[in-house]
């Protein structure tokens, strides 16, 4: 069972910057795919952001945060990490850090992944 928790969201101005963590103990986290979903206000889907693979070697941005989101891991910490730059109001959401035991699984379905996190509010004032 993989439990991921996830950390850093808030309230930021539009054009700031915010890092999430997610985080699970066990070294089953660490072979885990792992992806961060978003569900904005209003809305019933949730939209994959950012994943990638168990190495850290593939990964997915969406388009609609390309060139402002990044993803990376960090194996020793057993971490995952979203780094938002210039986020925008339409950012605002609650972010869910999803996790997958298929070590490439970059899936857009949420309902594929198997472990999901409690969610992190981030909101974006313009």
């Known amino acids: 069972q993989v439990e991921p928790v996830e950390s850093g969201g808030g309230l930021v101005q539009a054009g700031g910057s915010l890092r999430l963590s997610c985080a699970a103990s066990?070294?089953?986290?660490?072979?885990?795919?792992v992806g961060w979903f978003r569900q904005a206000p209003g809305k019933e889907r949730r939209e994959l952001v950012a994943a990638i693979s168990s190495n850290g070697v593939m990964k997915h941005i969406a388009d609609s945060v390309k060139g402002r989101f990044t993803i990376s891991r960090d194996t020793n910490k057993n971490t995952v990490y979203l780094q938002m730059n210039s986020l925008k109001p339409e950012d605002t959401a609650v972010y869910y850090c999803y996790a997958d035991q298929a070590p490439d699984l970059l899936s857009s379905t949420d309902d594929t992944w198997a472990f999901r996190g409690q969610g992190t509010q981030v909101t974006v004032s313009s």
């Open positions: 066990g070294r089953t986290f660490g072979v885990c795919a």
